[in-house]
């Protein structure tokens, strides 16, 4: 991984924030990082995070490229037979995190406008359900054009039903595990 970090104060900093002048503008550029941290590790981050003092406002751009981070539970488990949690594994492509002179934190993207939007103010968006595939110009085996993105919204959703009854199916397998082990299909 590389890892870059630039802390300007002074009068020169004065491009980046009025307040950066006084209390210092953090630029960070951390590049290409692989990690793999236990659940425990994040959940007992809060006391050293706490402090008793305000801190002052620092600005400052953390910049995320080509990261990523896997996270594995290692709480007890619950019922012996289960075969445990799978890691979660957290992509990041390119990621800036901004902190401005009112101390809020924004989050951007590769890419997007420039009119930033807080994390505190920041609602769940969801994604489209269906994703419809690019036709040939001639239609899909002699098909009409105009029925050939129906077919393939209809299609879509079919994986997607598909894969929730797997899903579906597989929790259900791993419940009955838990009362019976030796369960086979």
Known sequence: PEVC??????PNAAVHSPLAVQNGFLH???HSYTAEL???????????????????????EIEIVNAKITLKDDSPRVYP????PVPITLAVDHVIVKRRDDGVFYLTGEGAPKQEKPVSAFKEQTAPAECVLAAPAGGIRGLPLKEVPELQRELQTMKIALAEADMDKARLLQEIRKYNPLFQL
């Open 5 to 10: 970090l630039r802390l300007e104060v002074g």
């Open 38 to 60: 236990f659940m425990s590790f994040l959940t007992n981050l809060g006391p050293f995070l706490e402090d008793e003092i305000i801190p002052e406002v620092i600005p400052m």
């Open 28 to 30: 960070m550029l951390v």
């Open 81 to 84: 037979t289960s075969p445990g």
